[in-house]
């Protein structure tokens, strides 16, 4: 099994800064095969990133994925007041599927 | 539009069983690999199974802790995909999502979930 690991657990920053996510495979993804999706309160997540780095449909250009093999990276690159939630990887390169633990973005 | 609609959680005893049912509308369901997620209560996302397209043979997967005691299945005439879950235990408590595999993958889409609680 694949296991996904996210840091920070937390982060902390006010709207209009840059924030930079990690994802770490603990062996590497085959095909890149590595998505993002973020969850809000209350909400079902929602497909933010796949292939590791093509952005889903509707999906603002600050939003950017990238990485390959064993690192990943969601660069959100200003953030605006709906970004702060919670930010999952998610591996489907090889059964079993696994999702890492989140990333929660607060405002500071 | 794309929906997927959850039904079929509640409350139930641990050592019983349930069914979950996703129905869904807007696309050609047969083409699809479609998946369950799960979500404990104030936890993250969890894995639990998906089953392939028929394209793909029609088989499923499964996450090893529900492995033995749940079953996906899929009707693709009425285009519902369904959860059997057996033996339940107080850790399957939570939200339990569909969705849809794209390219037998990533979800694209979600439904809004339904709340199973496992509790004497």
């Known amino acids: 099994e694949i296991v996904l690991t996210q840091s920070p657990g937390t982060l902390s920053l006010s709207p209009g800064e840059r924030a930079t996510l990690s994802c770490r495979a603990s062996?590497?993804?085959?095909?890149?095969?590595l998505a993002w999706y973020q969850q809000k309160p209350g909400q079902a997540p929602s497909l933010l990133i796949y292939g590791a780095s093509s952005r889903a449909t509707g999906i603002p250009d600050r939003f950017s994925g990238s990485g390959s093999g064993t690192d990943f990276t969601l660069t959100i690159s200003r953030l605006e007041p709906e970004d702060f939630a919670v930010y999952y990887c998610h591996q489907y390169g090889g059964s079993p599927w696994t999702f890492g633990q989140g990333t929660k973005v607060e405002i500071k | 539009e794309v929906q997927l609609v959850e039904s079929g959680g509640g409350l139930v005893q641990p050592g019983r069983s349930l069914r979950l049912s996703c129905t869904t509308s807007?696309?050609?369901?047969?083409?699809?690999?479609m998946s369950w997620v799960r979500q404990a209560p104030g936890k993250g996302l969890e894995w639990v199974g998906y089953?392939?397209?028929?394209?793909?043979?029609?088989?499923?997967e499964y996450a090893a802790s529900v492995n033995g005691r749940f079953t996906i299945s899929r009707d693709d005439s009425t285009s519902i995909v369904y959860l059997q879950m057996n033996s339940l235990r107080t850790e399957d408590t939570a939200l339990y999502y569909c969705s849809r595999a794209y390219m037998e993958g990533y979800f694209d889409y979600w439904g809004q979930g339904t709340l199973v609680t496992v509790s004497s």
């Open positions: 807007g696309f050609t369901f047969v083409h699809y690999a």
């Open positions: 062996q590497s993804v085959y095909n890149n095969y």
């Open positions: 089953i392939r397209s028929k394209a793909y043979g029609g088989t499923p």
